[in-house]
């Protein structure tokens, strides 16, 4: 059982910065890869980025390359996602989700855990 948090959201203007992190419950937080997905007003959720366990590899969605950027720190539970260059298209709730077994995945059903939720509101 893991348990997630997301913190790090806010409001901010358009071209700014945020870094989003995820606080994982759990000792076995290393074996799992994350990934931080999004939803807008009246939209599907959709993939963002995300980590293989050891933080060795990534995988971005294509809206995310060359602004967002994730990493994670085993030795302190914890995924974050640093967001640069924001647009007000960039605005939703972000989550994050854990699973096990595969690298990584940008499918929402591959992953089992997931957080509660932060709030990313990019004003023009």
């Known amino acids: 059982q893991v348990q997630l948090v997301e913190s790090g959201g806010g409001l901010v203007q358009a071209g700014g910065s945020l870094r989003l992190s995820c606080a994982a419950s759990g000792r076995t937080f290393s074996s799992y890869a994350m990934g931080w997905f999004r939803q807008a007003p009246g939209k599907e959720r959709e993939f963002v980025a995300a980590?293989?366990?050891?933080?060795?590899?990534?995988y971005n969605a294509d809206s995310a390359k060359g602004r967002f950027t994730i990493s994670r720190d085993n030795a302190k539970n914890t995924v974050y996602l640093q967001m640069n260059s924001l647009k007000p298209e960039d605005t939703a709730v972000y989550y994050c989700?854990?699973?096990?077994?595969?690298?990584?995945?940008?499918?929402?059903?591959?992953?089992?855990?997931w957080g509660q939720g932060t709030q990313v509101t990019v004003s023009s």
């Open positions: 989700a854990a699973t096990t077994g595969l690298d990584y995945s940008s499918r929402s059903d591959d992953y089992v855990y």
């Open positions: 980590i293989r366990w050891s933080g060795d590899s990534t």
